[in-house]
Structure formats: structure tokens, C-alpha cells
């Protein structure tokens, strides 16, 4: 239970097509630049950034570190996720690159939370997930229970552990679609309601309902062109 429930909080843990880098960038007629500047406080002599492709990454471009310092510029057509790998190094940090000049640092005690400075569109998703961790914690409390119950084979207790996970799942399904809602000009709506198509339990209408509250500009995005592909084909 407690796997399906937190499938989305891995995505974004370790969790792309119109990208153009520094080494092809006559690729796109309409495209923006951006320039990622990062830092990093372990030893790796080369960033890589992926695309992200159906859970796999696909190195694209990459940068020499120097004095733990390395810069990514480029262009997109609009903003998506990428993911910083670094040669000798296992680290996956998931970023979202704008048209924006912005900066990271990573920590290698906080590979999951560095610091993204002048991006308010990974300001955001922060925002976002970190609710979403509020309401997940309520499952990590009952998972311990959860587990002695089905050693014990206490019925009884696995069905009101149930409940309450069907609660949460509900709780965090109300936000989430909510939060899409009310933020139905920005980007970060449509990477949240695409990462709702790879979890176990997909609801087609409240899908197809929230894509159509999104603005044109955001339909049209990386993640709205995924969403669309995947509602018609369903």
C-alpha cells in the first residue's frame, strides 16, 4: 500500500524532447537561453545534464568542474526537468531549468534538497512538495503498524490501516489536483499532472478535467504535449 502511495515522492527524489543545448542550438527557431551556474562540495571533475525519458536518463551536454564550480547555458522552447549527474559521483539532482539565470548548490549530506537560487519556478515545486511530505508522513507513522499487524495476520487491523492510507491517499489526491487548479498558468501544473499518469491509480477524467483548466502556453509545454499524447491515446 504504502508503495503506491509514495511513488510520486520518488519521482521527485531521483525524478523532455524540446531541448536544444550550447552544441546544437540552430536545432529550434523559438527558443530562450538560460545559464545554470552550480557548485558542488564533493569531488567530480564533470557535470552532466540528462534528459529525462520515461524514467531513464540521457546524458546531452556536460561541464568541467573546476574549484567545485561548473556552468550549463542553453536554450529551451519551454521549461522542463532535467537531471545533474556528475562523472565518479552517484548523485541524480533533479532541476528545472527556465529562462532564467539561476544557481545551484549541492550538498552531498542534502543531495536531495540543494539550494536553487533565482528560479521561481523550482521555488515553487519546493513549495509544493514540501506539503506533499507533510501528508506523507502520516504514512510513514502507520506503515511500522501496518507491518506488525500483517506479521501478526491481524485482519482487523490491516483493514483500519487501510482506511486511514485510502484517507492520505485521498488527502494528497485533493491537494494535488487542487494546487494544479489553482495554479493553472504555471508550468510546474502540468509536470505535477503528468507525474499523476505513473502512479498505480489513474483517475482519466480528473486527468483530462485538469489539463483542460491549463492555459494554451502550458498545454503546449514538455509535460502538456505528454499529457495530451496520453489522453488521446486513452
Known sequence: ?????????????????????????????????????????????????????NDSLF?????????????????????????????????VVIVILEHKDFSISIKK????????????????LLNYKTSSKNIFK??????PQFQKARLENDVQKLQEIKQKMDSIEAEFSKYSFNFIKENRNSYI????????????KINFLKIKNSF????????????GKRIANWLQLH
Open 1 to 53: 500500500m504504502k508503495k503506491g502511495l509514495l511513488f510520486l515522492v520518488s519521482l521527485w527524489i531521483i525524478s523532455c524532447n524540446n531541448y536544444s543545448s550550447k552544441k546544437n542550438n540552430n536545432k529550434f527557431t523559438s527558443t530562450t537561453n538560460y545559464t545554470l551556474n552550480g557548485t558542488i562540495d564533493f569531488n567530480a571533475k564533470t557535470a552532466y545534464l540528462n534528459k529525462i525519458r
Open 59 to 91: 546524458k546531452i551536454d556536460s561541464s568541467s568542474v573546476v574549484n567545485n564550480v561548473f556552468i550549463f547555458k542553453g536554450t529551451i522552447i519551454s521549461p522542463e526537468r532535467f537531471a545533474l549527474t556528475f562523472k565518479n559521483y552517484s548523485a
Open 109 to 124: 549530506h542534502h543531495l536531495n534538497d540543494p539550494v536553487i537560487i533565482g528560479s521561481p519556478l523550482n521555488s515553487q
Open 138 to 143: 502520516k504514512v510513514d507513522y502507520l506503515y
Open 189 to 200: 501544473a502540468a509536470m505535477i499532472l503528468s507525474d499523476h499518469l505513473k502512479t498505480t
Open 212 to 223: 483542460n483548466l491549463l492555459s494554451k502556453q502550458v498545454q503546449n509545454s514538455v509535460d
